[in-house]
């Protein structure tokens, strides 16, 4: 019989410096034979949704972790169950880089799948992880996949069950407690669950319930990218001194630009929306104006200004909003922008964003329009000097050729940071947006 071994993987550091994750979901359960690189889990970060994968081939033996814990980095998330010659089959266990093991026996930093862990924080805030009764760490060594996982399933919380059969009975309402369990030594089982679910429903067609009253109000606890965008943004407006200024410009020609162009054979299938223009003119408009594009330094009292753009764009997303990157835009084609941000906007809608896409922006937009909002105070990004707004196109009457006419009409507004972008710089930038977006051909002259 071959002689099997027992391996933690810890939660590693999933990007700058973060000091803890959410477990949204596993993708395994406990059995399961999994691969090297297979996915394993999905974790919330401060930033972004992260796929988490398997450092190990081998078997899963337990699952320390119920999907909505909020875990620290260097806790034990999974065991695996190996056998003891699978050195192979491993991203090799003795290296610390590789094994997702983010601090040593002294709590110090060293590398691990993603990069460098945090240094453990020990906080006040209870988790909900499963432990033993006398406090002892899982077996690590010499037990068999359904010995570890009995184990462990013996010493868990009462009534005994497994934490994906928790996880139904909780997703489906019912107490565990009040299920009967028909697995070795009384073992809730899924079908247990499934039983009692039929049971409680049959009872509810005999007896009719009360209406229950609508709850006066909801808590939502604030976890996740809804807790980083928060913090930030009260960081943004109380550091940086913002200045708003609004620009309302007739974009009738830009629209008629736009639709000829998705009628032309060179540029058939690409997504061309006003927000396309309005980051073409961005991107045009920040080389006369560099200073739109750079970020304070307070630690060295320095100004540090970017000789490339990369551009982000909020996005609001079922978690919160988020505001990924595209990188180097500036040396972009139209065709490349749009595809650009097409590419980024459906990931972002998808909440599979990941770090490196939400970090490293130098200026953004957010395009309000969408919404049916003509203009607004946007609060900068952190570390970025400007952000524009870009409100919806709408049919107004306006003056052109000495006439007035309908005219299709957008409304921008433009905030900066003052330490960086005084009144004549903000201006000269915003007045250069509306020139390009009103009359493309002046596109021209700024390139």
């Known amino acids: 019989m071959t002689a099997m071994t027992i391996k933690e993987f810890r939660l590693p550091d999933l990007g700058e410096g973060l000091t803890e994750s959410e477990i949204l979901q596993w993708k395994v359960s406990v059995g399961d034979i999994v691969t090297l690189n297979q996915v394993i889990a999905e974790v919330e970060t401060a930033k972004a949704v992260v796929e988490l994968p398997s450092p190990y081939a081998g078997t899963i033996a337990i699952l320390h972790e119920e999907p909505g814990t909020v875990v620290e980095v260097g806790s034990t998330i999974v065991s695996f169950e190996l056998p003891s010659d699978s050195g192979d089959l491993t991203?090799?266990?003795?290296?610390?880089?590789?094994?997702?093991?983010?601090?040593?026996d002294e709590g110090k930093r060293v590398p691990n799948l993603v990069g460098?862990?945090?240094?453990a924080e020990k906080r006040g805030r209870p988790q909900r992880r499963a432990r033993k009764a006398n406090g002892s760490a899982p077996p690590t060594t010499g037990d068999s996949p359904a010995s570890a996982a009995v184990s462990s399933a013996s010493t868990l919380e009462r009534p005994r069950s497994t934490p994906p059969v928790r996880k139904l009975a909780r997703d489906l309402g019912l107490v565990l407690g009040a299920i009967p369990g028909t697995g070795p030594g009384g073992l809730v089982t899924r079908a247990d669950v499934h039983a009692a679910t039929a049971i409680s429903a049959f009872n509810q067609e005999r007896e009719p319930q009360p209406e229950a009253a609508a709850p006066r109000e909801t808590r939502m606890p604030v976890k996740g990218i809804r807790k980083h965008t928060a913090s930030a943004m009260v960081s943004s407006a109380f550091t940086a001194p913002h200045v708003t200024e609004f620009l309302t410009v007739?974009?009738?020609?830009?629209?008629?630009l736009l639709a000829r162009l998705r009628g032309s054979r060179e540029y058939a299938g690409y997504k061309l929306t006003p927000l396309t223009l309005v980051a073409k003119a961005v991107l045009l408009a920040v080389h006369r104006n560099p200073s739109l594009n750079s970020r304070w330094d307070e630690a060295r009292q320095e100004i540090v200004q970017f000789n490339y753009v990369n551009l982000g764009i909020a996005a609001a997303t079922p978690r919160g909003l988020t505001v990924p990157n595209i990188k180097d835009a500036d040396g972009m084609s139209l065709t490349q922008l749009s595809t650009a941000l097409s590419e980024l906007t459906d990931v972002a809608r998808a909440g599979k964003t990941s770090p490196a896409q939400l970090s490293g922006g130098t200026m953004s937009i957010t395009n309000i329009g969408v919404f049916g909002i003509d203009a607004g105070t946007p609060i900068l990004n952190p570390g970025e000097a400007a952000i524009l707004a870009v409100g919806a196109v709408r049919q107004r009457p306006w003056v052109h050729q000495g006439d007035v006419a309908l005219r299709s009409v957008m409304t921008l507004s433009l905030s900066f940071d003052h330490r960086l972008v005084d009144g004549e710089q903000g201006s000269r930038f915003l007045a250069d947006v509306g020139s390009i977006i009103s009359d493309p051909s002046m596109a021209i002259a700024m390139a």
Do not use: W
């Open 91 to 104: 991203r090799g266990s003795e290296d610390p880089s590789v094994a997702g093991m983010p601090s040593d």
């Open 116 to 119: 460098y862990g945090a240094e």
């Open 250 to 256: 007739d974009v009738s020609n830009g629209i008629e």
